[in-house]
């Protein structure tokens, strides 16, 4: 089956603490990206991947940080996270990242830092 | 910058009424427009879009238009039903690799 997997669904952590939220695709994409969802602001970009080796910044990349080293995994590591970045986390990939592709979502991480 | 903006919710509605959540934008350039659902507890899953203007995407009964003139994508469907109900977000693509989404429409229908 088709499929964007995050793990983990549900992370309670405090201030500082060290974390990685991974994502695994198996659609063989190029296109992967991280979002994170607030209420009343939406989604909001955090960083994206064109393919491996390859990524940038989205509107909101500050405090995170990505690696893409291979194609399938797009983890998201907070170094030393905050209060403010308690949120509901979707990893995305898509084809190529193409205008006309459709995106396809996990089924999100919700984060709760202390 | 590119934004996105959709009407406030929640929207609530009596099964098989209709509907309308409306979407404006602002891009440079000419985006591909989406309608992505989210179902509690859920992901987003694409819904429809449009790659250019005057495009009509469609599915499950919901319709949208990309209207170039007034920079718009409204969601529309002629009969809600009960298993509609959800949040319902607008989003462009504007060829830069970025997605802007719109804040989110939620939706409740009434049996």
């Known amino acids: 089956e088709a499929q964007v997997t995050q793990n983990p669904r549900y992370l309670i952590t405090v201030t500082g603490k060290k974390l990685t939220v991974t994502c695994s695709q198996n659609m063989n994409h190029e296109y992967m990206s991280w979002y994170r969802q607030d209420p009343g602001l939406g989604l909001r970009q955090i960083y994206y991947s064109m393919n491996v080796e390859v990524t940038d910044k989205g509107d909101v990349p500050e405090g995170y940080k990505v690696s893409r080293k291979e194609k399938r995994n797009f983890p998201l590591i907070l170094e030393s996270p905050s209060p403010n970045q308690t949120s509901l986390y979707f990893c995305?990939?898509?084809?190529?990242?193409?205008?006309?592709?459709?995106?396809?979502f996990g089924p999100g991480t919700r984060l709760t830092v202390l | 910058g590119d934004s996105v903006t959709q009407m406030e919710g929640p929207v609530t509605l009596s099964e098989e009424a209709f509907l309308t959540i409306n979407c404006t934008y602002t891009a440079t350039g000419y985006p591909s427009l989406f309608w992505y659902v989210q179902y509690p507890g859920e992901g987003l899953q694409l819904l429809l879009k449009a790659t250019k203007a005057d495009d009509k995407g469609s599915n499950k009964g919901f319709e949208a238009t990309y209207r170039k003139e007034t920079t718009s994508f409204h969601l529309e469907k002629g009969s809600v039903q009960v298993s509609d109900s959800a949040v319902y977000f607008c989003a462009a693509f504007s060829g830069t690799y970025k997605y802007i989404f719109g804040t989110g429409t939620r939706l409740k229908v009434l049996a």
């Open positions: 995305a990939s898509s084809l190529y990242g193409a205008s006309t592709d459709t995106q396809y």
